[in-house]
């Protein structure tokens, strides 16, 4: 049998009767993310890293502002009830997207137009810290998308979905996959996000680790949709920081390049409903799946709590 697990890093606690004041750190978050973004998008004659370093404080921000949101509406949240988690999430998202980055040197899907003379070791250390926003952003949306009980019942009792050798099938598919995305870059552009996924989820079935798929063998496909809208919520605000910044991104998407809603081709933002669960998968694979790997005691590994309110799991990020 699996891990008796919840999947991925979340506040445990339920929802309040009456609703808590807005913590200190939410209001500093708020303050952090509005200031950053005048910087980012002004185009005042600032001193260069006033500028040009404007991404990770901005996303900052907004990662303690929502998780004071979280606290607002549930009583909890991951920086005060889980925060060694919290803590952990950024090194295991910065070195998470290198692992995207170094995909996209084949299929060249994302580019950095305007990227500023960085040294080597400046640009790994900046780009870094930019990369570590990634996970936690995703899963403090998460959270909050999951203090509404509409959204927690809204898929709790789906189409179950029982297949047999699920997980050594997505592992082959995803291992057979993954290389030829660099032989086939334009055809294969999906799988730079499937095949991760498919990779993933596949091990840690095999390992016998609980992942957000493992509810929907009884219809609860809460965690895993809860994943997906999160990654969508989150892009639309990268795309839309993305803009007027300065570093920023921009995209060559084969067959879909048109209809942009700021940077993003429309049909790409498609691309983040899978994002949200490998983040997930990332995230176990790292903490759990990793450290049993190593033969260390998996017990002592990050321990991802339950979400607010109903547990999602009960059962019987580029700069």
Known sequence: MGESVPSTPSSPIPQPSSSPPFPLHGRIGLALLAVSWVLAW????????????????????????????VVRRSGTS????????????FPVSAVS????????????????????????VHYLIYSSLCFSTVLPAIFEIRDLLATFPALRRRWSDGPRWRMPHAAPAAFLLGALLLPLVARHPDPLFFATWVAPLLLLAGALGLARIQSPFDSVKRGDWTPVLLLACAALVCGFFWELWNAFSSPRWAYAVPYVDRFHLFAMPAVGYTGYLPFGPICACFWLAWTRLMRSGSGRNNKHAPSPPAPP???????????
């Open 78 to 89: 991951l920086a005060t009830t889980a925060r060694r988690d919290f803590l952990w999430m």
């Open 309 to 319: 309110g109903p547990a999602l799991d009960s059962a019987p990020p580029a700069c």
């Open 97 to 120: 997207w290198w692992y995207f980055e170094f995909l996209n040197r084949s299929v060249r899907n994302w580019w950095y137009p305007d990227r500023m003379d960085f040294g080597p």
């Open 42 to 69: 002004s185009r005042l004659d600032l001193p260069g890293p006033a500028e040009q370093h404007t991404f990770f404080p901005l996303w900052l921000g907004f990662i303690l502002f929502l998780d004071g949101l």
